[in-house]
């Protein structure tokens, strides 16, 4: 079975702190993905990356940042963090081509 | 916004009973797929339907696709309390090459009282 595995379920910072979301995934693939999740709005995505060192903007990138520097590990980064960053943090994977994406089981981030 | 809709925001129905789950959408797909999600915990996929397919189905789960009316539904027949989840459709536009980028909906809570 896929694993992609979030560094932390729970995790409190405080505003301006720099955060490190940390995500890793074991089926060699070559898409992943940031997410983050608010009631009533779904999933929006972040930034996504589809080869190590590749990266694009997804609809809400303002206020993060994103490394990959190995095939398996995706990182999302709040370069300040703010409270209204405050969230539920999902990271997915997924092989080249249209197919399902496999996801961690999230990051629930509160920033004070 | 691309986001897709779902209809409804939340469902409740008994053991044993049949819920269904609407979901529309924007943009020209590739395909259209659904996700469970357990509160508190990641998405599971659940089935994927493309764009050139108008029904399928897998265990108790059936989808529908019309693209004429960018419109999808899921049935979950014979509802179990352990179905109790969030449910999300979530498109791949034609536009996405081959990154796999989601559009998803907004979900429906859907509540199984045993």
């Known amino acids: 079975d896929v694993k992609v595995t979030q560094s932390s379920r729970y995790l409190v910072k405080r505003t301006g702190e720099k955060v490190f979301l940390e995500c890793v995934q074991d089926m060699d693939h070559e898409n992943m993905f940031w997410y983050r999740q608010d009631p009533g709005l779904g999933l929006r995505l972040i930034y996504f990356s589809y080869d190590v060192k590749m990266k694009e903007k997804g609809d809400i990138p303002e206020g993060y940042s994103v490394s990959r520097e190995k095939k398996e590990r995706f990182s999302l980064i709040l370069e300040s963090a703010s409270t209204n960053q405050t969230s539920m943090y999902l990271c997915a994977s997924g092989p080249r081509g249209n197919q399902p994406q496999h996801f961690g089981d999230g990051t629930r981030l509160s920033i004070l | ?114």
């Not at chain 2, 529309?24 to 659940?46: A, F």
């Not at chain 2, 009316?69 to 979530?90: D, E, H, N, P, Q």
Request: charged share 20%.
């Open chain 2, 1 to 114: 916004s691309q986001q897709g809709e779902e209809d409804p925001q939340a469902l409740s129905i008994q053991e044993g009973e049949n819920a269904t789950m609407n979901c529309s959408y924007k943009t020209s797909i590739n395909n259209l797929q659904w996700y469970r999600q357990n509160s508190g915990r990641g998405l599971v996929h659940l089935i994927l339907i493309r764009s050139n397919e108008r029904e399928k189905h897998s265990g108790r789960l059936r989808v529908t696709l019309d693209t004429s009316k960018k419109s999808s539904s899921l049935l979950i027949t014979a509802s179990r309390a352990a179905g109790t989840a969030s449910y999300f459709c979530a498109t791949v536009p034609n536009y996405g090459g081959a990154t796999n980028k989601l559009i998803f909906g907004t979900g429906t809570l859907l509540a199984v009282q045993p």
